[in-house]
């Protein structure tokens, strides 16, 4: 009986006293190139395959993903790319909680594309609408006054720090230019503006 109880305790001893390998942790920070500028995003989604778990990054980019198992993984960030790039990542023996993600958000829109609009004499505003683009009366005519036109992306925007840049080059050449007298009279819609 003795032996029994020696038996047992050695087994179940050694079985939960090792170490579990199935919980393991992906974590790390991201950033993103919008433009030419390396940002902390206000928010993104980072998706882990083949688990498909989501995971939101806090205000600093931080992101954790928990209770993994030792093997192959790939993390994709959601938010920036319709075709996002994916990071491949090999769990062995330790967690991984230091792995930093850097995406290009590929502006189409940014500060440089602005100066060289406003070079161009083709200064824009733009505005982020739903699937049909609403026209004002008064757009024509505030295109007139500020030689400034209004472009809805409606409902398939770049991302949207692209936008915030764009726009704030345009506001500070409004700005330069008419004083902030425009500001009475533009779409309370324009991205960034208040």
């Excluded at 993994?68 to 938010?79: I, N, P, Q």
């Excluded at 769990?91 to 829109?109: P, R």
């Excluded at 009366?137 to 030689?147: L, T």
């Excluded at 500070?172 to 007298?181: N, P």
Aim: some cysteine.
């Amino acid at each position: 009986m003795n032996r029994i109880i020696v038996i047992l305790l050695l087994t179940f001893g050694s079985v939960f006293g090792q170490e579990n390998k199935s919980d393991f942790e992906i974590g790390g920070n991201l950033k993103v190139l919008f433009g030419k500028e390396l940002l902390t995003p206000s928010s993104a989604t980072i998706e882990l395959l083949p688990n498909h778990s989501i995971e939101i990054v806090d205000s600093s980019g931080n992101f954790n993903f928990t209770h993994l198992k030792s093997g192959l993984y790939e993390l994709r960030v959601l938010d920036y790319n319709f075709e996002p790039e994916l990071f491949h990542i090999d769990i062995t023996d330790k967690s991984i909680k230091d792995y930093d993600l850097i995406v290009d958000a590929k502006c189409e829109i940014d500060k440089e594309v602005a100066e060289s609009d406003i070079k161009n004499g083709q200064p824009k505003l733009i505005l982020i609408g739903g699937i049909a683009p609403v026209i004002r009366f008064d757009d024509s005519k505030f295109a007139d006054k500020y030689g400034v036109l209004y472009y809805d992306y409606g409902c398939t925007p770049p991302p949207m720090e692209c936008v915030y840049q764009y726009n704030q080059v345009i506001f500070q050449y409004l700005d330069k230019k008419f004083d902030k007298k425009w500001r009475e009279e533009v779409r309370e819609d324009v991205i960034g503006l208040k």
